[in-house]
């Protein structure tokens, strides 16, 4: 695309268009907080979904079936998806998470997925609420990316723990994942 001149009368905007978009995903992510599902279910799809995920990694499943699958369980999850890092971070503040654990949380994830993106696999960030016994409402912030497929399982592997292991600070839940990949 070719710029002749610099049009600033844009900025406003754009500005205005992801502000828009922010406050559309913040509505979702209150009405799916709303009707968070106990903690003790909500693990219990996290499970599922890593169970899935090793269907299609050993491919008894195809990408599109997880594909399927996934969203389904997803869905059932109150899960809200977004695919950049600052509406990532925009809904983590809009959620009222200081800004300080804002950044540590979107920095996270945004490292998993950049280092999925570079690979290749499409990625994105998502958020899931859910509610603990006494009540209190918690806050799963997490990414989801594609399932790389191929013949050659040794580099699935590699391209596995290149993810998973991306962040600086890693996540109880990657160095369980790292764990098991090395018991494969
Ligand atoms: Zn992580």
Known sequence: MRLDRIDTSNIGNA????DEKVKGLTLQV?????????TRQIRMLFQEHDDLYKQAHA???????????EKLIFDEMGA???HTFSEFFMLLIALGISEDAARG?????????QKAL??????EYALVHSRSSDGKLILHPFMMWEVPVGHDQAL????EELVISAPENLSKDDINKLRELKEK
């Open 15 to 18: 500005q205005e268009k992801f």
């Open 30 to 38: 209150l009405q799916q907080a709303q009707a968070a599902k106990p």
């Open 59 to 69: 491919g008894t499943i195809t990408p599109q079936e997880f594909k399927k699958v």
């Open 80 to 82: 809200t998806k977004v």
């Open 105 to 113: 949380m979107a920095t996270h994830e945004n490292d998993h997925v």
């Open 118 to 123: 570079q690979i290749g696999l499409d990625a």
């Open 156 to 159: 699935i592997r590699k391209v």
